[in-house]
T-cell receptor, first 114, second 113 residues
Framework: DVKVTQSSRYLVKRTGEKVFLECVQD?????MFWYRQDPGLGLRLIYF???????EKGDIPEGYSVSREKKERFSLILESASTNQTSMYLC?????????????FGEGSRLTVL | DQQVKQNSPSLSVQEGRISILNCDYT??????FLWYKKYPAEGPTFLIS?????DKNEDGRFTVFLNKSAKHLSLHIVPSQPGDSAVYFC????????????FGKGTKLTVNP
């Protein structure tokens, strides 16, 4: 079974703190993604990466950065957390662009910024 | 500009009846469509997909229908069970093109016993 593991299920941080969200996948997928999910807004893409050290902005990259030093690991960084970044963060991996491609998601990280 | 639209935020059905979840898209380049199911405090899980070369795909109680001319797809769940209560996301992608999925905002399905 494909496994996408997110390092923290629940985090509480203060405004201005630096936040790291880690994600590891074990299926040797080329592509990895970070989404956030908010009520009424669905899943919105923050950043994605199609190769080591490569990254592409998604729909809402402002206030976030990412790092992909190894194929299996994709990190989301909030340089200075703000209350409007309180959300559920979802990491995913997959080989899209091929027939039958789908994304596999981690269990999510619920971040609260006070 | 929402490329994938799920216009019903919620749907409530009785156990044993049919649930029909709808999804519309605007990008004619989309040619692969997926449905994901999400329980609270968990990540979405893949449910069923359909390629644009088909108009129907079935997997047990779940069937997805695609109407390319109308840019519309629907997910049918028959019979509905209380365990099907979740948020359902429709998603679309371009094969061999953009390597990302575009998601709708989701429909919360409640199946009442």
């Amino acid at each position: 079974d494909v496994k996408v593991t997110q390092s923290s299920r629940y985090l509480v941080k203060r405004t201005g703190e630096k936040v790291f969200l880690e994600c590891v996948q074990d299926m040797d997928h080329e592509n990895m993604f970070w989404y956030r999910q908010d009520p009424g807004l669905g899943l919105r893409l923050i950043y994605f990466s199609y190769d080591v050290k490569m990254k592409e902005k998604g729909d809402i990259p402002e206030g976030y950065s990412v790092s992909r030093e190894k194929k299996e690991r994709f990190s989301l960084i909030l340089e200075s957390a703000s209350t409007n970044q309180t959300s559920m963060y979802l990491c995913a991996s997959g080989d899209l662009g091929t027939i039958g491609g789908e994304l596999f998601f981690g269990e999510g990280s619920r971040l609260t910024v006070l | 500009d929402q490329q994938v639209k799920q216009n019903s935020p919620s749907l409530s059905v009785q156990e044993g009846r049919i649930s029909i979840l709808n999804c519309d898209y605007t990008n004619s380049m989309f040619d692969y469509f997926l449905w994901y199911k999400k329980y609270p405090a968990e990540g979405p899980t893949f449910l069923i997909s359909i390629s644009s070369i088909k108009d129907k795909n079935e997997d047990g109680r779940f069937t997805v229908f695609l109407n390319k001319s109308a840019k519309h797809l629907s997910l049918h769940i028959v019979p509905s069970q209380p365990g099907d209560s979740a948020v359902y996301f429709c998603a679309a992608s371009e094969q061999g093109g953009s390597e990302k999925l575009v998601f709708g905002k989701g429909t919360k399905l409640t199946v009442n016993p």
